[in-house]
């Protein structure tokens, strides 16, 4: 049967009465279910809170467990943001650079179907990244600088239009882009080959995209994955029909490729105010153990200790 509306208060009610909530302060709890709604603060993230065969909550949780829980995941948002912002930067610059060096500043070139490399099978694919691209610099647009280029230069340069570009449309573009190109700058990223960049770039675009939504991250998922590497080794993580259980397609995968793609310092820190992050929630959290969290996230038990091995 569909899901009634209900009143916060009636909201209230069923959490206390028939989902065995712990609901100290029912004026701060209505508060937050206004400023976060049920479906976001309780659908979300309930889960690792309740008995699976009764759905109800486990004894003795509490309305501000799942409240600090929910922060905990917007904190992760933002953390994870920041650094994928950086890999997005650096791969956008870096493909503005060689294509331009290779085919020139006109935007013609971005927009020629001739300048990318895509086989029989994705010619369509090809055609649709064209057209995107196209679109995002199309007049009247949204963006001051393209506006300006275009009216005063007629010429929308790569490297101008490359702000407008979303991550996703800049992985289709490496993807299809000529083997030199790709081979230049798979190079600047030490330990994987252009193939194994275009994975990880394409699951970390994905994951951008749910932290520019604020949807729940914490149990990120894809059906993309990213290459086997010699972290997968090294961490000994376990493996079922010949494949890693964890850190091909979830949150830790994306932990493995920020390993590949920024910088020692940066890791260090990401990895540190990651760790610091976790281990403050668990602390809050008392319902939940460690080993259900990181299950959840996709991390192995020894995920700190990443740091100890070389990459290749």
């Not at 206004?34 to 009764?54: Q, V």
């Not at 179907?113 to 610099?137: D, F, G, M, T, W």
């Amino acid at each position: 049967m569909p899901k009634k509306f209900l009143t916060y208060e009636q909201q209230l009610y069923k959490l206390q009465n028939e989902k065995k909530l712990v609901i100290s302060n029912l004026v701060y709890a209505e508060e937050v279910l206004e400023k976060l709604s049920y479906y976001s603060l309780i659908g979300g993230y309930k889960t690792l809170f309740k008995h699976p065969a009764s759905d109800k909550f486990v004894y003795g949780v509490t309305f501000e467990e799942i409240v600090t829980f929910y922060y905990f995941d917007e904190e992760l948002i933002i953390l994870f943001l920041k650094y994928i912002l950086h890999v997005e930067r650096h791969i956008k610059s870096m493909i503005s650079y060689y294509f331009c060096e290779k085919y020139g500043d006109n935007q013609s070139a971005y927009l020629d179907e001739c300048n990318y490399n895509p086989s029989k099978k994705s010619a369509k694919e090809v055609k649709r990244l064209i057209n995107s691209l196209a679109k995002s610099i199309s007049i009247p647009s949204n963006y001051i600088y393209i506006t300006h280029h275009a009216k005063t230069y007629g010429n929308v340069p790569l490297w101008v239009a490359m702000n407008a570009f979303t991550f996703g449309q800049v992985s289709k573009m490496y993807q299809y882009a000529s083997t030199d190109i790709r081979t230049k700058i798979s190079k600047r990223f030490r330990g994987i080959t252009e193939k194994q960049l275009h994975q990880m770039i394409t699951i970390i675009a994905r994951c951008r995209n749910i932290c520019a939504h604020g949807e729940r991250l914490y149990s990120f998922k894809i059906r993309k994955t990213i290459p086997d590497t010699s972290l997968h080794e090294k961490l000994k993580i376990t493996r079922k029909n010949g494949q890693y259980i964890s850190g091909k397609s979830d949150l830790f995968a994306v932990v493995i490729a920020l390993r590949y793609l920024i910088g020692n310092e940066d890791f260090k820190i990401f990895k540190r105010n990651l760790l610091h992050l976790v281990n403050d929630t668990l602390k809050k959290c008392p319902h939940i153990s460690r080993e259900q969290l990181l299950n959840n996230m996709g991390f192995p038990k020894n995920w700190s200790k990443m740091l100890k091995y070389k990459l290749f």
